[in-house]
């Protein structure tokens, strides 16, 4: 029987190519990926009658007939590359197109081949690594999306560092260059064992006036003492979607800080999943969000505090212009065991159009008693007495307004340690603002 | 340079100012005076252009120009400074930051160059010295756990560098102690001089020790209603406001 409805009749037909196109073909994780479910059903699509979904609705996305083939032009994409600072500088560059690792356009540094890697590459020279990660997001699957990337597992990044390891700085492209309607369905494997230590920049960005989708799993596992800083960066356009799920566990004293700068993009939703599963753990999750026109934002997070004495530290702001929404949702569970457990919460917004929109909830379901938990949500719009402060200094109207919301987003920008990536991210804003 | 006429003002719908006469000239320091809510701050804040209040009747003519009809920042650009009696604290935002946007509009407005990098620290080190402030505070975000003395420090280190034609000071001495009080009133009188003119708004005396002022005016109920030299300050402190309160119940 075909459940499909009208409106998910294009999901129900790309999945059913997906599948045929699978069929035909032995996948690069194949013998790794057996034990992640793949039964996509499309009458489970999420719609805003979800609670998880209440004010993303995935309806355009349905209704899109996307291919399963991309052609791009690679020299449009080195002159893209090119022409951000941070391709320059001397790390690991990995470049995925279309879903696929791009050699030509990726530079890699030889004798860390073993550690930093493609997921298809790091899947012939060490399974049995991949084995001890892919599948630790299982329990956070919540929806057809996970399904959909199980099944394609597009390539992605992979870093395994064994003990005591530091890599080299990595920096991550996930292009899309298409002239037909194209999905991306990257999986990522992280692991760093213990007191290992690295740096990843990921950066989306596509190409042309079509519809795309970016639909990212990126599983991480830090073990004890580990640190990992992890940066996040969403350029796409009005016609560009973006759905994903990273999910990351963290062991006794490791330390995490997690950035993601969305600046633009039809609809993206980023869920953020945080395992403390140890004690003395630092976590720090930080968000930009800052969108014009007819587009959305939702940032759904969750930090579950499993054990004492671990640190929790979530800065989420949002700048919304033209008929922009944001949403955020930020869950924090402490457990019963975890006692001692500082958890912190932020969600700041500036509304600069009076026909944009923020939702924003704060939900802390607290089951220890010797804990220290704070969070709020603010929303408004820029201070008018600041305004007329600067005004009366000889600022116009307008310079007063870019300089107070560039300095509301200095505050996120700030904590991201690379220079090159913060002059690229200011400079995104000085074109906005 | 400032000629204010019969100037009314209100804020929603209640009136503040009932009719406000007021010649200054270039070279000249003026001090207003008058117990709270006689309409002080709200003759300075319409000055500099805060839109809040409404002027309902009257003009204010500057150096020839309507001054009503110009944008808070157009006035800045002319060469009107408001020192805030309240500073407001903007996170992310430091002095040097906004300052030398502010310059450069004023010197764009005049039709001047911008000002090279090395010239703005050069007037910057200069001005510092004047108001003795430190450039960690100029770096920091504006006001944000800025002492009161800091505050208002900063608020004269930016009349410094923007050398206005005509500052107006709101109680600018309120929260000082003796010693940040001199220092604010040392820097404003290295800033006088024959081509600029100072409006000093203020509820006591203690200011016009150090400043001293060619003309007081006391203001009550929204009107002037008495003028005269820097003795007049002395006499209200010596009397206090109930003396002219009671001078203005006498003749209603």
Same mark, same amino acid.
């Given at each position: 029987m075909n459940l499909a409805t009208p409106t998910t009749d294009l999901l129900h037909h790309y999945h059913a190519a997906l599948l045929e196109h699978h069929s035909m073909m032995t996948h690069p994780l194949h013998g790794l990926s057996d034990q992640l479910n793949k039964d996509f059903d499309v009458s489970k699509w999420p719609t805003t009658r979800h609670e998880e979904w209440k004010y993303t609705s995935l309806k355009a996305l349905s209704q899109i007939e996307f291919s399963l083939e991309a052609s791009s032009d690679s020299k449009k994409l080195k002159s893209y590359l090119e022409s951000l600072p941070f391709y320059h500088t001397e790390a690991h560059h990995l470049v995925f197109v279309n879903g696929l690792f791009h050699s030509e356009l990726s530079r890699l540094i030889p004798s860390e081949e073993k550690t930093v890697s493609s997921t298809y590459v790091h899947a012939s020279l060490i399974p049995e690594q991949l084995a001890k990660v892919i599948g630790i997001s299982c329990p956070a699957e919540r929806d057809e999306l996970r399904k959909l990337n199980n099944l394609v597992l597009h390539d992605g990044l992979s870093i395994q560092l064994p003990k005591g390891q530091t890599a080299t700085q990595v920096y991550v492209y996930q292009l899309i260059d298409s002239e037909q309607p194209f999905a991306v369905h990257s999986r990522n494997l992280i692991h760093l064992a213990e007191n290992a230590e690295c740096k990843v920049v990921e950066h989306f960005a596509a190409f042309g006036n079509k519809s795309h989708w970016f639909n990212p799993t990126t599983e991480i596992q830090i073990d004890a003492h580990a640190r990992l800083e992890y940066c996040l960066i969403q350029t796409q356009s009005d016609v560009g979607f973006f759905t994903g799920l990273s999910y990351l566990r963290q062991s006794d004293s490791s330390q995490l800080s997690h950035h993601t700068i969305s600046t633009g993009g039809r609809l993206i939703r980023n869920n953020l999943d945080l395992i403390l599963d140890g004690s003395h753990i630092e976590s720090h999750m930080n968000g930009l969000y800052m969108l014009t026109n007819d587009t959305l934002v939702d940032n759904h997070t969750l930090v579950d505090h499993q054990r004492p004495h671990s640190n929790s530290n979530e800065f989420y702001k949002g700048i919304m212009d033209g008929k922009s929404c944001g949403v955020f949702n930020g869950k924090i569970f402490v457990r019963q065991a975890a006692q001692k457990t500082n958890a912190f919460q932020s969600n700041r917004n500036i509304v600069l159009s009076p026909d944009a929109s923020v939702y924003t909830k704060p939900q802390l379901e607290i089951f220890a008693d010797d804990v220290k938990c704070s969070h709020g949500a603010t929303s408004g719009q820029l201070d008018e007495e600041s305004i007329f402060y600067l005004r009366s200094r000889g600022l116009s109207h307008a310079q007063a307004k870019a300089l107070l919301t560039k300095a509301f987003a200095g505050e996120i920008v700030e904590r991201i340690p690379q220079p090159e990536l913060r002059a690229y991210i200011e400079q995104q804003i000085d074109q906005r603002f | 340079m400032l000629s204010i006429h019969n100037l009314h003002a209100s804020i929603e719908g209640k009136k503040i100012l009932?009719?406000?006469?007021?010649? !200054?000239? &270039?070279?000249? !320091?003026? &001090?207003?005076?008058?117990?709270?809510?006689?309409?002080?701050?709200?003759? &300075?804040?319409?000055? &500099?252009?805060?839109?809040?209040?409404e002027v309902t009747e009257g003009s204010v003519d500057f150096t020839g120009k309507d001054l009503l009809e110009l944008s808070p920042e157009d006035r800045a650009r002319e060469g009107v400074f408001l020192a805030f009696q309240y500073p407001v604290e903007i996170p992310g935002v430091s002095t040097i930051n906004f300052l030398k946007t502010a310059i450069n509009q004023i010197r764009e407005y005049k039709g001047e160059k911008p000002l090279d990098a090395g010239t703005f620290l050069k007037t910057m080190k200069e001005k510092m010295k004047l108001v003795e402030i430190d450039q960690s505070l100029l770096n920091r975000s504006l006001n944000e756990g800025f002492s009161g003395g800091e505050k208002k420090r900063n608020e004269i280190f930016q009349m410094a560098m923007l050398e206005p034609r005509l500052a107006i000071l709101d109680e600018t001495d309120s929260g000082l102690d003796i010693d940040a009080l001199r220092i604010v009133a040392n820097g404003v009188n290295k800033l006088k001089n024959p081509d600029n003119a100072i409006i000093l708004v203020t509820h006591y005396q203690r200011l016009l020790d150090y400043i001293v002022p060619d003309h007081v005016h006391v203001l009550y109920k929204g009107r002037i209603v008495k003028s005269g030299g820097k003795e007049l300050a002395l006499e209200l402190e010596e009397k206090g406001y109930d003396w002219i309160k009671t001078e203005q119940a006498e003749i209603a």
């Open positions: - | 009932n009719g406000i006469n007021l010649e !200054v000239k &270039a070279g000249e !320091v003026h &001090a207003i005076m008058g117990p709270n809510g006689s309409g002080k701050s709200t003759l &300075a804040s319409i000055l &500099a252009g805060r839109e809040e209040f």
